[in-house]
């Protein structure tokens, strides 16, 4: 049976998801949520219209090859608000925004 590589998980996911109340999204969920791409939404958090939260890349090979960052998350707060100003149909529910 493998071994596990820690001793416990990722601190700074933990705070992002305590901080926001488990109520984040992937990229994709977000995507599907409102009917547009993945590529979409990274778009959208690179204009500063949803905001995107990165974990640490994962390396390889010393650092010379990378697989980008280990986890992504958008507050189901900012995809509500994003969908009511562009006039989007998205489910009803309690999106906190701290």
Do not use: C
Not at 65 to 87: C, F, H, N, Q, S
């Amino acid at each position: 049976m493998p071994k596990a590589k820690r001793d416990a998980g990722d601190a700074e996911l933990q705070e992002l998801f305590e901080r926001f109340q488990g109520q984040l999204v992937s990229p994709g969920g977000a995507a599907a949520l409102l009917g547009v791409s993945r590529k979409t939404v990274h778009t959208l958090g690179k204009r500063g219209r949803l905001r995107v939260f990165e974990g640490p890349e994962v390396r390889y090979a010393g650092g010379l090859i990378t697989e980008g960052p280990r986890w992504i998350y958008i507050p189901l707060a900012d995809v509500a608000k994003y969908a009511e100003e562009v006039g989007r149909p998205f489910p009803k529910g309690r999106w906190a925004n701290p």
